[in-house]
C-alpha cells in the first residue's frame, strides 16, 4: 500500500505563485510515475504534470512554462512549483502514484487564485 498526502495548496493572487508537495509513504520503492491531476467542480480531473522515477516530466499544455515538476526520491516527495497563477488554475490538486498495477490518490489540496 502507499499512502499519498499532499499540501501548499491556498488562496492566492492572480500572477502568485504556490508550491505543492505530495509525500509518499509505505511501498514506495517500485512508485514509478507520480502525477499531479486538477478538478473543478462537474468536470473531470484533468493531469496537470507527471514525472517519472528516473526524472522525466511532461506537461499539460495549459501549465508549461508556468509549472514546474521535481522529484526528491530520497525523501519520497514530489512538488509542483506553480509560478504566474491565472484564476483558471483553481481547483482541487491531487497526487497520483503509479505503483505495479495500482494506482494510489491523495486526498488532494485547494488551490484558489484571485483575479
Known amino acids: 500500500q502507499v499512502q499519498l498526502v499532499e499540501s501548499g495548496g491556498g488562496l492566492v493572487q492572480a500572477g502568485g505563485s504556490l508550491r505543492l508537495s505530495c509525500v509518499a509513504s509505505?511501498?514506495?520503492?517500485?512508485?514509478?510515475?507520480i502525477n499531479w491531476y486538477r478538478q473543478t467542480p462537474g468536470k473531470q480531473r484533468e493531469l496537470v504534470a507527471g514525472?517519472?522515477?528516473?526524472?522525466?516530466?511532461n506537461y499539460a499544455d495549459s501549465v508549461k512554462g508556468r509549472f514546474t515538476i521535481s522529484r526528491d526520491n530520497a525523501k519520497n516527495t514530489v512538488y509542483l512549483q506553480m509560478n504566474s497563477l491565472k484564476p483558471e488554475d483553481t481547483a482541487v490538486y491531487y497526487c497520483?502514484?503509479?505503483?505495479?498495477?495500482?494506482?494510489?490518490w491523495g486526498q488532494g489540496t485547494q488551490v484558489t487564485v484571485s483575479s
Open positions: 497520483q502514484a503509479l505503483r505495479v498495477l495500482m494506482v494510489y
Open positions: 509505505g511501498s514506495t520503492s517500485s512508485i514509478n510515475t
Open positions: 514525472i517519472t522515477r528516473g526524472g522525466n516530466a
